[in-house]
């Protein structure tokens, strides 16, 4: 069985940090691209960033680079998302997804082939 658990989220102000979890098991991990999504309330679900496990392709949304760093462990199968400097406009629910292509697909297609994880909420405040 696939299984993704997301972990690390919380409450922090403006200009703090928080590094998200997403543990993962039931498929190879290295076969798979692994990506953060995030979605605020009243707004569609948006990529935030992706890693193939095997060799650390890396994605960025636009708005959190330079602020947030994806890496992954492949002796734990998880994947990680050091997250500072945050902002108001960071506050989502964040969650993980897991699908069998490279990372650039997986965020451009906003994970429609994915596996997902039950999510965790990032809250940020001014």
């Known amino acids: 069985e696939v299984q993704l658990v997301e972990s690390g989220g919380g409450l922090v102000q403006t200009g703090g940090s928080l590094r998200l979890s997403c543990t993962t098991s039931?498929?190879?991990?290295?076969?798979?691209?692994i990506g953060w999504f995030r979605q605020a309330p009243g707004k569609e679900r948006e990529w935030v960033s992706c890693?193939?496990?095997?060799?650390?392709?890396?994605y960025y949304l636009d708005s959190v680079k330079g602020r947030f760093t994806i890496s992954s462990d492949t002796a734990k199968n998880t994947v990680y998302l050091q997250m500072n400097s945050l902002k108001p406009e960071d506050t989502a629910v964040y969650y993980c997804?897991?699908?069998?292509?490279?990372?650039?697909?997986?965020?451009?297609?906003?994970?429609?082939?994915?596996?997902w994880g039950q999510g965790t909420q990032v809250t940020v405040s001014s």
């Open positions: 890693i193939s496990a095997s060799d650390d392709n890396l």
């Open positions: 997804a897991a699908e069998r292509s490279p990372p650039w697909r997986l965020c451009e297609r906003h994970g429609a082939s994915a596996y």
């Open positions: 039931g498929f190879t991990f290295d076969d798979y691209a």
